[in-house]
């Protein structure tokens, strides 16, 4: 037989859903015939993207809602001055358009007011326009929540809250290293991380702080998290540490009179 020659296809994801998809929510009980349970549909010509049963799938009381703080938060209006800026930008942005062809997630570290928290929110937005679930937490925030059910009073269980953190596609863990580390904080941390490291889930992290002591009064990450943690984080992943003025003083500026 002849030899034909090999015709090599190069698939691009697909950045939005169609408007209309031709399968049915009743249909999401068994597996999807467009994706086949995969979560990613290949379009003919154009390439890959988020099945459209994942956008009719979206878990209506999932906790994804950012502080009002961030609402108008995108990759658009982000302020990148520096060199370390424009880079943490671009790899977040690589991240969100390219999901779920990635590997690790984003670290996110540097003083504050560099936009660390912009663009972790900036990523979650893109990824739920393409019909990924995420959730977003402020970890000082999980940690009240996961306290607070163990009130008998409350009508929330730890189980509850920790369910959906363990299992979404993307979680973002917004001030990692913020509350004190006892070992009630460290437990359950690691019990988080060490879940979604094992299940191999995207996990995108932002804090204030860093893996190298510039002051020895100071604490590293690794101080915040413990060693088995960090260690973790750096498997699951990539670290980016972002370098610039803090944003926030712009809007505190001294009048002259």
């Known amino acids: 037989m002849p030899k034909g020659k090999v015709q090599n296809h190069k698939f691009e994801v697909v950045p939005k859903l169609v408007e209309q998809a031709d399968v049915s929510v009743d249909e999401l009980d068994d ?3 467009l994706c086949f349970g995969t979560g990613v549909e290949i379009v003919v010509g154009k390439g890959a993207r988020a099945c459209s049963c994942r956008k009719l799938n979206v878990t209506a009381n999932m906790n994804d ?11 658009e209006n982000y302020t990148a001055t520096t060199s370390s800026q424009k880079e943490a930008r671009h790899l977040a942005f690589v991240l969100a358009t390219q999901y779920p062809a990635v590997d690790q997630g984003l670290l996110l570290m540097g003083d504050v007011g560099v936009g660390k928290t912009h663009l972790a929110v900036s990523i979650v937005k893109l990824l739920k326009d393409n019909g990924f679930k995420c959730l977003f937490y402020e970890f ?3 940690l009240k929540e ?3 059910s163990y009130n ?5 269980s730890e189980l509850a809250i920790l369910d959906p953190v363990l299992n979404v596609e993307i979680l973002v863990l917004d001030e990692l290293g913020a509350s004190k580390p006892t070992d009630w904080v460290r437990d359950t941390l690691y019990h988080i991380i060490n879940s979604r490291y094992n299940q191999k ?5 932002t804090t204030n702080f860093l893996d190298t002591r510039v002051d020895p009064t100071m604490d590293i990450l690794e101080d ?3 060693v088995s943690i960090r260690s973790r984080i750096h498997q699951m992943c990539r670290t980016i540490v972002i370098k610039g003025d803090d944003f926030r003083e712009t809007f505190d500026q001294p009048r002259r009179v």
């Open 31 to 33: 597996e999807c015939p």
């Open 65 to 75: 809602t950012f502080p009002p703080r961030y609402d108008k938060c995108t990759f």
């Open 140 to 142: 000082g925030a999980l």
């Open 146 to 148: 996961i306290r607070d």
């Open 152 to 156: 008998p009073n409350t009508l929330s």
């Open 201 to 205: 889930k995207t996990t995108i992290f």
């Open 224 to 226: 915040r998290v413990g």
